[in-house]
Nanobody
Framework: QLRLVESGGALVQPGGSLTLSCAAS????????AGWFRQAPGKEREGVSS????????NYADSVKGRFTISRDNAKGTVSLLMNSLKPEDAGIYYC???????????????????WGQGTQVTVSS
């Protein structure tokens, strides 16, 4: 069964840090590029960060550059997102996704991702 499960979401104060994890099962993870996306209430889902299949390339939304770091461990079947200096505008449901179209592309386009997890909630508030 193909499954992506996110974890690590929490309530954190502005300026704080969180690490999100995505566990993939049923996939040969190195066959896919991976990405993290988020969706705030009333807003469209947006790309946050992505990483190519063998970690040769990464991509970040301008709003998170310098604060977030994406990584992956294909042997363990995990993709992680380290989030530092969190801001209230970083809040939302964070989703992990796999890109089945091109494993060499670190795309932030929602449309290129076919497999999605259920999401984990991140709240940034004092």
């Amino acid at each position: 069964q193909l499954r992506l499960v996110e974890s690590g979401g929490a309530l954190v104060q502005p300026g704080g840090s969180l690490t999100l994890s995505c566990a993939a099962s049923g996939f040969t993870l190195e066959s896919y590029a991976a990405g993290w996306f988020r969706q705030a209430p009333g807003k469209e889902r947006e790309g946050v960060s992505s990483i190519t299949s063998r970690s040769l390339g990464t991509n970040y939304a301008d709003s998170v550059k310098g604060r977030f770091t994406i990584s992956r461990d294909n042997a363990k079947g995990t993709v992680s997102l380290l989030m530092n200096s969190l801001k209230p505008e970083d809040a939302g449901i964070y989703y992990c996704a796999l890109n089945s179209r091109n494993k060499w592309s670190a795309s932030l386009d929602v449309q290129t991702y076919a497999y999605w997890g259920q999401g984990t909630q991140v709240t940034v508030s004092s």
